[in-house]
């Protein structure tokens, strides 16, 4: 079993950043790839960002490339999300992510373990 704990959720303004982080417990973190994912009302939950159990493989939605960066920490059973230039549109509920597998994907089918999630608002 894994427990991911996410922090660093908030209210900014358009123009921000924020930096989100999840930490992890209950299993060999080094082996898993780990993903972020959002859900803004009413809409399904999207893909963000995905990176593989050595950091070596990234990936990120289209709409948050270039703004927002993944990393991890083995060391100390983290993942990290610093988000940049953020807009009304990324408000959403942030949720990681961790699969037992050790390459990313994109898909939410492909993570066995989630966080409760944390609160992005983004003003105008």
């Known amino acids: 079993q894994v427990q991911l704990i996410e922090s660093g959720g908030g209210l900014v303004q358009a123009g921000g950043s924020l930096r989100l982080s999840c930490a992890a417990s209950?299993?060999?973190?080094?082996?898993?790839?780990m993903g972020w994912f959002r859900q803004a009302p009413g809409k399904e939950r999207e893909f963000v960002a995905a990176?593989?159990?050595?950091?070596?493989?990234?990936y990120y939605a289209d709409s948050v490339k270039g703004r927002f960066t993944i990393s991890r920490d083995n060391a100390k059973s983290t993942v990290s999300l610093q988000m940049n230039s953020l807009k009304p549109e990324d408000t959403a509920i942030y949720y990681c992510?961790?699969?037992?597998?050790?390459?990313?994907?994109?898909?939410?089918?492909?993570?066995?373990?989630w966080g409760q999630g944390t609160q992005v608002t983004v003003s105008s």
């Open positions: 992510a961790a699969s037992n597998s050790w390459y990313a994907d994109i898909g939410p089918h492909h993570y066995d373990y």
């Open positions: 990176i593989n159990w050595s950091g070596g493989s990234i």
């Open positions: 209950g299993r060999t973190f080094g082996r898993s790839s």
